[in-house]
C-alpha cells in the first residue's frame, strides 16, 4: 500500500523561503499526477499545486503562483515544494497525495494521507 511520508516544514518569517519533501512508496509513482494540499488552522484543506507523471505540467492555486514551485524526481519517488516569499496565509500543515482533476478541482486520490509537515510563517 501507498505510505506518505512529508518533511521540511518549519516556523519561518514571512518573507522567507522553504523547501518540503514528500516520498511515496508504491510502484505507480511515476506514472500519477502528485501534488500538494495543505489544511490550516479552523479551515478545510485545499489544494496548493500539482504536477504531472513527466513534469511537463504544473498547477497552481492562485494565491501561491509566483511564489512557490512544484517539482519531482521520480527516480527518488519524491515530490517537493519550493516555497518563497512566504505569507502568514500560507500557514498550514502541509501534505502530499496523488492529485485528479474533477469538476470540483483537483482532489486527492490517496485515501490515506501522511502526517504532513507544519509550516509557521511569522508576521
Known amino acids: 500500500q501507498v505510505q506518505l511520508t512529508e518533511s521540511g516544514g518549519r516556523l519561518v518569517q514571512a518573507g522567507g523561503s522553504l523547501r518540503l519533501s514528500c516520498v511515496a512508496s508504491?510502484?505507480?509513482?511515476?506514472?500519477?499526477?502528485m501534488g500538494w494540499f495543505r489544511q490550516a488552522p479552523g479551515k478545510e484543506r485545499e489544494f496548493v499545486a500539482a504536477?504531472?507523471?513527466?513534469?511537463?505540467?504544473?498547477f497552481y492555486r492562485d494565491s501561491v503562483k509566483g511564489r512557490f514551485t512544484i517539482s519531482r524526481d521520480n527516480a527518488k519517488n519524491t515530490v517537493y515544494l519550493q516555497m518563497n516569499s512566504l505569507k502568514p496565509e500560507d500557514t498550514a500543515v502541509y501534505y502530499c497525495?496523488?492529485?485528479?482533476?474533477?469538476?470540483?478541482?483537483?482532489?486527492?486520490?490517496?485515501?490515506?494521507w501522511g502526517q504532513g509537515t507544519l509550516v509557521s510563517v511569522s508576521e
Open positions: 504536477i504531472w507523471w513527466n513534469g511537463l505540467s504544473t
Open positions: 497525495n496523488a492529485a485528479g482533476f474533477g469538476s470540483s478541482g483537483w482532489a486527492p486520490q490517496f485515501e490515506s
Open positions: 508504491g510502484r505507480t509513482f511515476s506514472s500519477r499526477t
